[in-house]
T-cell receptor, first 116, second 114 residues
Framework: GAGVSQSPSNKVTEKGKDVELRCDPI?????LYWYRQSLGQGLEFLIY????????KSGLPSDRFSAERTGGSVSTLTIQRTQQEDSAVYLC??????????????FGAGTRLSVL | AQSVTQPDIHITVSEGASLELRCNYS??????LFWYVQSPGQGLQLLLK??????LVQGIKGFEAEFKRSQSSFNLRKPSVHWSDAAEYFC????????????FGTGTRLLVSP
């Protein structure tokens, strides 16, 4: 597609439920990133994919968070047993690669997650 | 530790006036530097970037930024602000090699008064 697409745009869930957030990167972009934007913490890096591999998962806040990427394209961020502190906007970005100008990240509009 | 400081949480500027948004960073080496803009309900749009070379970089929408190594700063400027520039602005830094694990500032919200 023309840009990074994220779905759903909004998600309301009950505490304790699992949620899946989807990201469709720009076609041909090999690198994909997840960030979380919350009032108290600002924008935080969660995880990075190069192809289908995740060389850096250091930003995932707990083992309730996981992510995968298939076919070098679509990525899913899963949050199990959601907690109220998981409420935030989850942003996905992709870049053509990881060298020089390929490092420019293009962001989707995000998924706003509200945990009641 | 890597960090980005945007000291101004909110700034109000009259339409047509000039704008400067401040950004200071702490990083182990010369980083890549970025300014992004976020309108309500939207994702982040890249305004401009600095990788190397000329320390004054031009971006979209008439914005520019100057990298000052001695001050660890990368301030964003615009000579004449338009009402449509009202948004939140984020400064970010990342390593100059490998993948870009961006570290963001807390953002500056720009309000434009008529």
């Amino acid at each position: 597609g023309a840009g990074v697409s994220q779905s759903p745009s909004n998600k309301v869930t009950e505490k304790g439920k699992d949620v899946e957030l989807r990201c469709d990167p720009i076609s041909g972009h090999t690198a994909l990133y997840w960030y979380r934007q919350s009032l108290g913490q600002g924008l935080e890096f969660l995880i990075y994919f190069q192809g289908n591999s995740a060389p850096d998962k250091s930003g995932l806040p707990s083992d309730r968070f996981s992510a995968e990427r298939t076919g070098g394209s679509v990525s899913t961020l899963t949050i199990q047993r959601t907690q109220q502190e998981d409420s935030a906007v989850y942003l996905c970005a992709s870049s053509p690669g990881t060298g020089g100008s390929k490092n420019i990240q293009y962001f989707g509009a995000g998924t706003r997650l509200s945990v009641l | 530790a890597q960090s980005v400081t945007q000291p101004d949480i909110h700034i109000t500027v009259s339409e047509g006036a000039s704008l400067e948004l401040r950004c200071n960073y702490s990083y182990g080496a010369t980083p890549y530097l970025f300014w992004y803009v976020q309108s309500p309900g939207q994702g982040l749009q890249l305004l401009l970037k600095y990788f190397s070379g000329d320390t004054l970089v031009q971006g979209i929408k008439g914005f520019e930024a100057e990298f000052k190594r001695s001050q660890s700063s990368f301030n964003l400027r615009k000579p004449s602000v338009h009402w449509s520039d009202a948004a939140e602005y984020f400064c970010a830094v990342g390593p100059n090699t490998g993948f870009q694990k961006l570290v963001f500032g807390t953002g500056t919200r720009l309000l434009v008064s008529p």
